[in-house]
């Protein structure tokens, strides 16, 4: 098998590019407006990245030269669909762009992957869903209350009609096991040292999952040859204040932790809040065991 993953460079993408390539896979992954630090070295011993542009480049144009012959009938190639504009309230500013990009061009890909030979994993969200109440699993009905969710759910209706050979996976909050400015425990870590309330969403389910275990889920779907939806979250869910809670705690600290109705926010777009799901498809296709979020706190606090 070989790998492209498009949107290297995001919070997901780039986990899993290290991930396939510590577990000596040939893959490479692509960024747009930033190229990472450190750089990943691919199987050739150059830059595993390349410069690739969803809303103006055709991505054959942007493969190292060679990469398509070479691959020959006989090694699938995976490209996995992180690329997008991931913020919901970004989609609703932006409608049209995000729609440009996150629909319009995610299905020109889609296109040129078929006529390629390349088959698509695509991150979609939760968010299909209305979050009135979770656990949802794959035969629930999406009903998406935001932009994003929309948006999500138009390219998943796209591929299970034109390209139904390939993988949907469906997360809802994926954490980051160490400091990444911006992450969920991250910001928590933040708030505590400069002394300040966390503010949660009151009600707000999830099922907060490890980005090492995202990675490990993405090669395990591949290597299995498996096709369809597909639940990719932690089996334990939590509400976002205990979750938040647990954290202060593992960190041995003290901080004001406090739920407030949706409307304190004052987001620009609607939210889903129970967005929690039900992984039992996917921990039946592969067997993994996903990773407690005190093993993650521990990892978070000990790196
Ligand atoms: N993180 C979560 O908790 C979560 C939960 C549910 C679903 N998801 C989905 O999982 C996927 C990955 O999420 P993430 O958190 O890793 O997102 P992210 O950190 O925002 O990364 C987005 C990626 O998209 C790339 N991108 C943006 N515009 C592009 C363009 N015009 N052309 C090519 N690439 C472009 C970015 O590249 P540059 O930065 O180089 O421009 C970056 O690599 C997304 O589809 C997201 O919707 C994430």
Known sequence: MRFIVIGASGFVGNRILSHLLASDYDAIGTYSSRKPEPD?????GNSAFIEYNLLEDK????????F?????????????ICAAMSRIDECFLNKELSYKLNVERTIN??????ELGIKPVFFSSSQVFDGKKGPYTEKSKPAPVCEYGKQKLEVERFIQKEVPDSIIIRTDKVIDDHY????TLSDWYDAVKAKKAIYCIEGKTMSPTA?????????????????????VANTEFFTRESLAKEFVKALEAEADVATRPVEFFNFADKR?????LDSGKFIKAT???FTTMREVFNRFINK
């Open 40 to 44: 990943l070295k691919g199987k050739s």
């Open 59 to 66: 991505l054959k144009d942007c493969l190292p030269k060679g």
């Open 68 to 80: 398509i012959a070479n691959g020959g009938r006989n090694e699938k190639t995976y490209a996995i």
């Open 109 to 114: 890909l889609l296109y040129e992957l078929k």
């Open 180 to 183: 990444m400015k911006g992450q």
């Open 211 to 231: 980005v090492a275990d995202m990675a490990n889920a993405v090669r395990l779907l591949c290597e299995k040859n498996l096709s369809g939806i597909y639940h």
């Open 272 to 276: 889903s809040i129970e967005t929690h």
């Open 287 to 289: 067997g993994m065991r």
